[in-house]
């Protein structure tokens, strides 16, 4: 019988790039970090000794807790955190079965750059309209929920990178932006292991928006249109881009579940 505080890794994974979900905390030793030093997405690492750290960081939310195998750290300390009231899974089997199960992504954790202040922290052109949407969900959804985004006008982009020690992205001549033929969103995948069936699909979505090939999805006119409308609506970058994650977290559930679906009417028309 399962115990009542641990998750699957097929039910994590169906949390994986969604919204609202628990806090994921990678507790592993040092010694078991360097041996695979991958992270499932969206987690971050804590030392399992530093309990009261981990409280505040979690506010009381609910977490899920990673260690190598699933066994004495994160039952221990899924434990204790259950015991102070915190909501608290451990996940089964822990990394390795992570590691294991076909279709799971990881994170090269080198990949990451460094946080400021306890997040990381992106730079890119103001006005954003379909990459500089993208990017940031993609970024929020499967690496660091808490990243900073700086929106700057285009020609102090690279100074803001040097002065505040953020990250450039999607601009000319860096390290995070397009590369050949794809858009920064498909360097974000390459780099970051994230080439799943899923993202993939969006990633073909993105590109024909962005690179004006419409011809690579038929979605990509529609996004194209949205990101338009978006931009118009909202003179706050901000503003727009908590409104753009609610249509990529839209588009991303199409790429997963979705995708197979058509609609017609009348509405029992049988093709």
């Known amino acids: ?62 977490c899920v807790i990673l260690c190598q195998r699933g066994l004495k750290l994160s039952q221990g300390l899924a434990a204790c955190l259950r015991n102070d009231g915190q909501p608290a899974e451990y996940l089964q ?63 102090e982009v690279l100074a803001v990178a040097d002065r505040f020690t953020a990250t450039p992205f999607d601009v000319e001549d860096v390290f995070w932006s397009h590369r050949g033929d794809r858009c920064t969103f498909d360097t974000m995948l390459d780099e970051f292991s994230l080439r799943t069936a ?31 409308g978006l931009s118009r609506q909202h003179r706050d970058d901000h503003e727009q881009l908590a409104a753009g994650m609610m249509i990529y977290d839209a588009l991303y559930r199409w790429a997963r579940d979705g995708h197979s679906e058509g609609h017609d009417w009348p509405a029992d028309r049988r093709s």
């Open 1 to 62: 019988m399962a115990a009542p505080n641990e998750i699957t890794v097929s039910q994590l994974l169906r949390l994986t790039g969604t919204p609202g979900g628990p806090a994921l905390v990678d507790i592993r030793t040092d010694a078991d970090f360097a041996e695979d030093p991958y992270l499932i997405p969206r987690s971050f690492r804590h030392p399992h000794t530093d309990y009261p750290g981990l409280r505040e960081r979690l506010a009381g939310g609910p």
């Open 93 to 155: 089997g822990g990394m390795y079965a992570w590691r294991d199960h076909a279709g799971a992504p990881r994170i090269p954790a080198a990949a990451i750059p460094g946080p400021v202040n306890g997040a990381t922290r992106w730079v890119t052109r103001h006005r954003p309209r379909i990459d500089r949407i993208a990017c940031p969900w993609l970024i929020r959804r499967f690496v660091d929920p808490g990243a900073r985004i700086l929106f700057v006008t285009p020609g």
């Open 198 to 228: 899923a993202l993939d699909r969006l990633s073909a979505v993105i590109r024909g928006a962005d690179t004006n090939r419409h011809d690579l999805a038929p979605q990509s006119a529609g996004l194209l249109a949205l990101s338009v």
